[in-house]
């Protein structure tokens, strides 16, 4: 078989400015990519020192955003980089030195978790598992893989490309491939291609021009419902059904009878979607002073969802207190669909969807 | 310049082990399963370097030389387009691991999605081949 040389490869695609401009580009979406995902695990398992605030209302559905749009650029532009050093897969000898073996270790271990991260991460904001692992946990181990080997990669290559992007580049043989600029500037374009094709899954401007958005308007009550009542084992409650608040009990008539607050709030989902809503229902502060406790107490949330991980939810203090914070009865101007929560759910500014506990029972002050 | 490597590979190794650390919290005790996400991990790259990176070399130099100059960034800018488009859509159209549809959620039309937004970066393509441009300016020799 016949195996090319790294001196094969003339195109101006492989010349170092490429390499070094898609590469900080790179650098640029992963880190954003890594520090939203980890803002995004941190709500859902707080440390004790970690604080999110309840306001602005929209910051998770933009910080979430930016986790899918950074993931979804990141695929064009890892495919164009690893194009751009193809070349050095040709490098021999094979192995010049340890720091050689090493590094070339390290770019293993980079492009592998860089490829898990983004190929998981793709077919899980389609709901589709072709894998045996629980996703948000080797998804989160590998995702520090990826940010430590990208760090290492840099620190490493650091040299290169500030030679790379200070010197004036020097006209390459001429080839027959795209020039420089005409690389880089298809990089770029399918980059944005990329985005504009899927981001309207959580940006409105674009929901009817994404192409390939997992979201449709479809929703009931013009909102997706991410599990549905059946999925998750709940029957309509009837008319025995009473809210726990503590010790105290609401039918769902009391709860209509107490002043209602309506708020115009999104569910951002962790799957990468988000839409706004109008929301009316109690509110949390409200709730807390008519059983006699304070708002600003961490809640237990409790689901008449008995399987699955998200039946049960903790509010935090910053959120029971905050006026916006809903125990929601009504959707769009009716009453909360089924498959939205009904009787009542819980709506809370600036949190995480699957947070946003359905078929609500029970609260406990913690 | 050494000062900044060093602010970048100590925090980089420093994730790296705690990546390690979560990883084996996942991987142990071993089990069949762990090797599949090994797999996954260490075989991406290998089809990239056996399978995606020779098919663009092939695909590129194919069109380069079949491809009028004038066409030629746009004709490949639009392959590569949708060569990522059709990587996009894979998930959305492959489904045998994937969930049922939800009422908004994945009910759209990924095929007829994916065909219009292919169509419109052809259209691009045709709009950027046939842009009247300068002539090349002379360069002397």
Redesign the interface.
């Known amino acids: 078989m016949l195996i090319p040389k790294e001196e094969h490869f003339k195109?101006a695609a492989h010349s170092e400015r490429v390499t070094s401009r898609i590469g900080l580009a790179l650098a640029v979406t992963f880190t954003v990519c890594f520090l939203t995902g980890l803002i995004s695990h941190l709500i859902q398992h707080p440390p004790s020192w970690f604080f999110w605030p309840s306001r602005p209302v929209g910051l998770y559905r933009v910080t979430q955003g930016l986790h899918v749009i950074s993931g979804?650029a990141s695929?064009?532009l890892l495919?164009a980089k690893?194009?751009s050093v193809?070349p050095k897969?040709f490098g021999r000898p094979l192995v010049k030195s340890l720091p050689h073996a090493l590094e070339r270790l390290s770019i293993?271990?980079l492009?592998?978790?860089a490829?898990?991260e983004l190929?998981?991460g793709?077919?899980n904001?389609?709901?589709?598992?072709?894998?045996?692992?629980y996703f948000p946990?080797?998804h989160?181990?590998?995702?520090?893989?990826?940010?430590?080997?990208?760090?290492?990669?840099?620190?490493?290559k650091?040299?290169i490309v500030?030679r790379a992007l200070t010197r004036t580049p020097e006209a390459g043989p001429p080839s027959?491939?795209?020039?420089r600029r005409?690389f880089l500037?298809?990089t770029w374009?399918?980059a944005g291609?990329?985005v504009v094709?899927?981001a309207g899954a959580t940006v409105p401007l674009l929901r009817n021009v994404?192409?390939?958005?997992?979201?449709?308007?479809?929703?009931?009550q013009g909102?997706?419902?991410?599990?549905?009542a059946a999925?998750a084992g709940v029957q309509r409650a009837d008319a025995d059904w009473r809210l726990a608040v503590n010790s105290r009990t609401f039918s769902l008539a009391e709860l209509r009878q107490l002043p209602q607050t309506t708020a115009e709030l999104p569910i951002a989902c962790v799957e990468g979607?988000s839409?706004s809503a109008v929301w009316r229902g109690v509110s949390l502060p409200m709730l807390l002073k008519a059983v006699g406790s304070e708002p600003g107490t961490a809640l237990r949330v409790s689901s008449l969802e008995r399987s699955g991980l998200y039946g049960v939810s903790v509010l935090p203090g910053e959120h029971t207190a905050d006026d916006l914070t809903l125990l929601a009865l009504e959707l769009n101007g009716e009453v909360l669909d089924l498959?939205h929560g009904f009787p009542c759910r819980i709506i809370a500014p600036n949190r995480p969807g699957v947070l946003q506990t359905k078929w609500v029972t029970k609260l406990e002050a913690l | 310049m050494k000062t900044a490597r060093l602010l970048l590979a100590l925090p980089g190794l420093a994730a790296l082990v705690w990546g390690a650390l979560l990883f084996a919290d996942y991987a142990f005790p071993l089990r069949p399963d762990v090797f599949g996400t090994a797999a996954w991990i260490i075989g991406a790259p290998v089809v990239n370097d056996a399978l995606i990176a020779p098919l663009t070399a092939v695909a590129g130099l194919a069109l380069s030389r079949i491809v009028p100059p004038a066409w030629k960034t746009p004709v490949i800018a639009g392959t590569v387009a949708t060569a990522v488009l059709v990587i996009l859509a894979f998930p959305l159209l492959w489904r045998p691991y994937g969930t049922p549809p939800e009422p908004g959620l994945h009910d759209g039309d990924p095929a007829l999605g994916l065909a219009l937004t292919i169509a419109t970066v052809w259209l691009l393509v045709i709009l950027a081949g046939v842009r009247p441009r300068k002539r090349p300016r002379a360069t002397g020799s």
């Open positions: 195109a979804i695929i064009p495919l690893l194009w193809y897969l293993l271990v492009s592998g978790s490829f898990f190929s998981t793709l077919l904001v389609a709901q589709n598992y072709p894998w045996n692992f946990q080797v989160y181990a590998v995702a520090w893989l990826a940010i430590g080997s990208i760090l290492v990669h840099i620190a490493v650091l040299p500030r027959t491939g795209l020039s005409g500037r298809t374009l399918t291609v990329a094709a899927t994404s192409g390939l958005s997992w979201r449709t308007n479809k929703g009931t909102l997706p419902v991410n599990r549905t999925a979607w839409q498959d």
